[in-house]
């Protein structure tokens, strides 16, 4: 199969409502789109290596698609962006058939249409594994744009939903295939493979001046927490955090500590949120009804750097750091 | 190294005048720019793969910082555009030490510095061999954009450089290393190795309403011409190519077909453009006095499709198919 031939059968599956905003869309040097006169533009860039984020044994192709956009996805939802357009830069290693590919951009290109997203291009070479770049551009009012620098002693810190599912639902895959037809981790399977980028819960969130500092949990709370107490020059006392009950189950068949075990676990994609503890309660409700899901509050932030338990021992627990070796 | 280290000692490196365009810029979710109001955003994107793209034994890592974002800027460049900020997925293999990685960005930072392009983030992950991809995002006025579909049957086709040194310099490095310390080779090699993206000169075309389709020769003129006149729905006849004399070298000494090589050679970066005949000595001169370049007709546009040479033989060549093994 040639390039150019590859470039049409994926053209064909990623048009979309969306791609008719752009001016210049794939086939041409680059895209072009006209940004909107009072909004700022955001960018953010994922990457995907085989055996490093997937093996093709444990994911189908359309589910690395869909975590693929799902992950730069959540990064614009943590802006308080809404998604304008990706790209994506596609290695194909000789181990994949052009039906894996095109499977790939089919649970792509599904996500993409359902958020808006249209698919400006991208690039696709020859790899030793499969490997997938892809870069999400979003727009956002200039007032509402959330970074993660902003939060202040005396916030609350909440989080848009229970930790822990995505990271059992990986475990499961990788360590313990015994489990993976257990209906009781059904839950945590598919919320590793299909995970939802918290696009409405991040605009809603960011319209408000009471939501301080905001990020997503890629990482896991712990390093996801330092890097907001660090960036804002604050701490943080952590309640307990809310745990999935897929990971919950998980925790339980293993033997493993829950709380440690919702602390590490990254890839949920949820929202880190730090409110005015004046106004959260009045955010809490709204939130509920305009997304239908609970903000949960799981601690506070300190003027005193370093982030610890209640009972105050510090919590040195760090999150999945992507160049250490598991 | 841990993650957050290395994008610290990155960080340091890529931080330039132009990062202050940036509303926020590396270490949160996404990087975010205030786009001016009368000018369209373009974006590109590029991937690089150890083995198959560059080898470490060939090419320094600033040599390969420095391509890899060229030939993203060269995309810019035929869009009439100047480029904004840069986002880089960097897969950073075990082979690979801080240096390298640090060296490499180097090369890319002074290039980017050069030409006025902030650095905004990206994402850095572990991967078996070294894989790049880069994406950047440019602005251009509304009405100097330049796409591949214009070319019009009558307009003159042109480069803005002569072709084949990047092929030659690539060749000697893969496949005559016994060539390399050679003198007469040292343009081909640098050519290679520091490709320059053709900025200045896109702007200027792209200003012109006597331009009518523009795209850069990153994969030689018989693919690149095959895909502007597929586009534009024309044909082509060409004259002699312009050859480097680095490359013309290479010819002679390998006992190469001068046109068939130059026909055939990619990466060179010249801008390939198709002009209104009556405005191409006008074009032609200004291009000189404004960048001290010479703008080499190499045809004409024609009503017929299919690319042949003045003779009438059709040019069945192709150019470099990124994902047919050479």
């Given at each position: 199969v040639t390039e150019d031939a590859l470039v049409e059968s994926i053209r064909s599956i990623v048009?979309?409502?969306?791609?008719?905003?752009?001016r210049v869309g794939i086939g041409d040097d680059a895209a072009a789109w006209q940004p909107s006169r009072s909004h700022l533009s955001v960018i953010t860039t994922d990457a995907l290596i085989e055996t490093v984020h997937f093996t093709r044994a444990a994911m189908r192709a359309d589910d690395v698609g869909h975590r693929a956009l799902a992950a730069n996805l959540s990064d614009i939802a943590a802006m308080g962006a809404r998604p304008i357009l990706a790209t994506i830069a596609f290695g194909i290693s000789s181990e994949v058939d052009e039906t894996w590919v095109c499977d790939f951009y089919r649970g792509l290109a599904a996500l993409a249409d359902r958020t808006g997203t249209a698919i400006a291009g991208g690039d696709i070479v020859r790899a030793p594994v499969v490997s997938i770049s892809i870069t999400v551009v979003g727009e956002v009012r200039a007032t509402s744009i959330k970074t993660r620098d902003g939060a202040r002693p005396g916030d609350i810190l909440a989080v848009t939903g229970p930790l822990g599912a995505s990271r059992a639902g990986c475990e499961i895959l990788l360590?313990?295939?015994?489990?993976?037809?257990d209906a009781r981790f059904a839950d945590a399977l598919h919320a590793f493979r299909r995970p939802e980028p918290r696009l409405r819960a991040g605009r809603f969130l960011g319209?408000?001046?009471?939501?301080?500092a905001m990020m997503d949990t890629s990482d896991g709370i712990a390093s996801d927490l330092s890097r907001m107490c660090a960036a804002s020059n604050v701490g943080a006392v952590l309640d307990r955090l809310p745990i999935a009950p897929a990971a919950e189950r998980y925790c339980v068949q293993c033997e493993l500590e829950q709380q440690s075990f919702a602390l590490e676990?990254?890839?949920?994609?949820e929202l880190l949120v730090a409110i005015d503890p004046r106004a959260f309660g009045y955010i809490a409700a709204r939130f509920r009804a305009h997304t239908g899901h609970a903000l949960i509050g799981i601690g506070e932030v300190t003027a005193e750097t370093g982030i610890r338990t209640r009972a105050g021992s510090l919590v040195v627990a760090r999150g999945y750091d992507h160049l250490t070796p598991r």
């Amino acid at each position: 199969v040639t390039e150019d031939a590859l470039v049409e059968s994926i053209r064909s599956i990623v048009t979309s409502p969306a791609s008719r905003r752009l001016r210049v869309g794939i086939g041409d040097d680059a895209a072009a789109w006209q940004p909107s006169r009072s909004h700022l533009s955001v960018i953010t860039t994922d990457a995907l290596i085989e055996t490093v984020h997937f093996t093709r044994a444990a994911m189908r192709a359309d589910d690395v698609g869909h975590r693929a956009l799902a992950a730069n996805l959540s990064d614009i939802a943590a802006m308080g962006a809404r998604p304008i357009l990706a790209t994506i830069a596609f290695g194909i290693s000789s181990e994949v058939d052009e039906t894996w590919v095109c499977d790939f951009y089919r649970g792509l290109a599904a996500l993409a249409d359902r958020t808006g997203t249209a698919i400006a291009g991208g690039d696709i070479v020859r790899a030793p594994v499969v490997s997938i770049s892809i870069t999400v551009v979003g727009e956002v009012r200039a007032t509402s744009i959330k970074t993660r620098d902003g939060a202040r002693p005396g916030d609350i810190l909440a989080v848009t939903g229970p930790l822990g599912a995505s990271r059992a639902g990986c475990e499961i895959l990788l360590d313990r295939p015994d489990l993976a037809n257990d209906a009781r981790f059904a839950d945590a399977l598919h919320a590793f493979r299909r995970p939802e980028p918290r696009l409405r819960a991040g605009r809603f969130l960011g319209v408000s001046r009471n939501v301080h500092a905001m990020m997503d949990t890629s990482d896991g709370i712990a390093s996801d927490l330092s890097r907001m107490c660090a960036a804002s020059n604050v701490g943080a006392v952590l309640d307990r955090l809310p745990i999935a009950p897929a990971a919950e189950r998980y925790c339980v068949q293993c033997e493993l500590e829950q709380q440690s075990f919702a602390l590490e676990a990254g890839e949920d994609f949820e929202l880190l949120v730090a409110i005015d503890p004046r106004a959260f309660g009045y955010i809490a409700a709204r939130f509920r009804a305009h997304t239908g899901h609970a903000l949960i509050g799981i601690g506070e932030v300190t003027a005193e750097t370093g982030i610890r338990t209640r009972a105050g021992s510090l919590v040195v627990a760090r999150g999945y750091d992507h160049l250490t070796p598991r």
